[in-house]
């Protein structure tokens, strides 16, 4: 009697993945999602394949901008995950990668009625074309040999700008955005590789920063007078 109750109480409680495999298998209407996945992949064309999965059947229903070489009715390989009828509505951004070892970068939504999770769209973005204009841009930021001292070593601008673009990497701002304090700091610094002993220096200095010589004389005094005290 006592395992008949239990059979019947696990019954009335069926796991997520076996309800789903109990399903009917007719093909649910997922059509409504159409337009959506449309709009989408003509936004994001030609860089995003955009899927629409039938999870009863484990059946591609509609592709656009297919790159991976899948057509609709092609097997989707997901509809015995486990993970996809626990309730999760996106999953994702996660990457994956092309059979030619290209960056895909992915998300996928649940596309769920009345009855469960019939359906799951996926969006597969394209990452190598960006990968590539990364690669490109770090390859002309970078220098590929250290500056040649003997030919700036007399060039008073090339110091200074030099002096001001490390402190601002370090500050991680721009020159328009540094507040007073900001100002002192890359100031203190200027004159602690005596940029302000030679000749011209302070309207060089002042144009840099976009103000007068006169706040940049009470700048550098006060950049002197911090300095002598220790304090930053």
Known sequence: MKSQKKRVAKKSQPHPERALRGRSRTVPDLSRYFPAAEAIAELLRPHAEVVIHDLTNDRIVAIWNAF?????????????????????SVLGPYEKATPNGDRIKSVSAALADDEGVPGLLCINFDMS?????????????????????VLFKND?????????????????????????NDRVTVIRQLDLAHVFETRNAVPLVATAFGISRATLYNLLAEARTSSADGSD
């Open 68 to 88: 991976s070489n899948r057509k609709k009715g092609d097997p989707s390989n997901l509809a015995n995950d486990e993970e996809l009828t626990l309730g999760k």
């Open 129 to 149: 074309k960006f990968d590539e204009a990364i690669s490109l841009l770090k390859a002309f930021a970078s220098p590929l040999k250290g500056m040649p001292k």
């Open 156 to 180: 008073l601008r090339e110091q200074v700008n030099l002096i001001i673009r490390e402190q601002l990497m370090r500050m991680n701002k721009r020159i328009t955005a540094l507040d007073r």
